[in-house]
């Protein structure tokens, strides 16, 4: 948190913030009263790098050391509306990181609509494919490690909403090539305990004495670090690369149509 910045971007927003108060007092309604104002995003832009970057990241996109949330893809969430992330920002979240803010109202709302600036474009047209036929395909090949609508495996990410949150382009090419970019909480690692037991799974939490892994059998496991005989963390994705011998691409454009209609 930097005092003095955040001081010098409200001498900045003072005459933003008397003009739209005079337009508008209701900020603590439901809907972001700035929302169709471009400067309410470039306002809040300062804010959250003066008060909120060095948890979140000056691209908002968290920190994983401190387990800080990617922020650019809360609005992939079912249950954000603008209404529950001006709530967040202002009570914070309790057990937690997050501490509550005091910030005035106005300047909540330009925080709501930088992070609306910021979020995520997943796939907005609609994907041509066969959601059926991809509904089997995705209980075929993809279902054991990854969930939709509450059914499936945990060892990758659920995919309920990924349609949301990736292009149908870069979705393809997590097919394809999976360890190209692996998500938070899903880093692959290798262990080999004290007594000789070879571990492989995804890392779930990991502090400087313990570690935290959802193991290859979706069994959450917990180790000291002090007994383990080794820790390679430079593994692949625990996700085969599935190539188009096996999933062609009219087969991916099946499973991308079934999750975009799940969406």
């Known amino acids: 948190m930097n005092s003095a910045r955040y001081l010098k971007y409200r001498r900045q927003l003072i005459p933003l913030i008397f003009i739209l108060l005079s337009a508008n007092s209701a900020f603590s309604q439901t809907v972001n009263p700035l929302a169709a104002d471009p400067r309410a995003a470039r306002a809040g832009g300062g804010i959250f790098r003066a008060q909120c970057a060095s948890c979140h990241g000056a691209d908002a996109k968290g920190i994983e050391t401190i387990d800080a949330p990617d922020l650019t893809m809360i609005w992939t ?71 939709v609508d509450g059914s499936g495996g945990s060892l990758g990410p659920d995919l309920s909403a990924i349609t949301a949150r990736r292009a149908q382009a870069a979705l393809t090419d997590s097919i394809r090539n999976p360890s190209v970019n692996i998500a938070r909480r899903y880093k692959p690692v290798s262990l080999l305990t004290d007594d000789n037991e070879r ?8 502090d400087a004495f313990s570690i935290q892994v959802m193991d290859s059998n979706q069994v959450l496991r917990g180790f000291s670090k002090s007994a383990l005989r080794e820790l390679s963390r430079d593994e692949p994705s625990l996700m085969p690369s599935f190539s188009e011998s096996q999933l062609s691409e009219t087969d991916i454009n099946d499973i991308l149509s079934y999750l975009q209609s799940v969406r």
């Open 77 to 147: 969430r079912a249950e954000s509306t603008d209404q529950v992330v001006f709530q967040m920002i202002r009570n914070g979240i309790p057990g937690s990181i997050m501490p509550p803010h005091s910030f005035p109202d106005p300047e909540i709302w330009m925080l709501v609509s930088y992070l609306h600036s910021v979020a995520v474009t997943g796939t907005s047209k609609q994907i041509v494919g066969n959601p059926t036929r991809g509904s089997e395909l995705f209980q075929s090949s993809c279902l054991l490690c990854h969930r």
């Open 199 to 206: 571990v492989r799974g995804a890392i779930k939490s990991e």
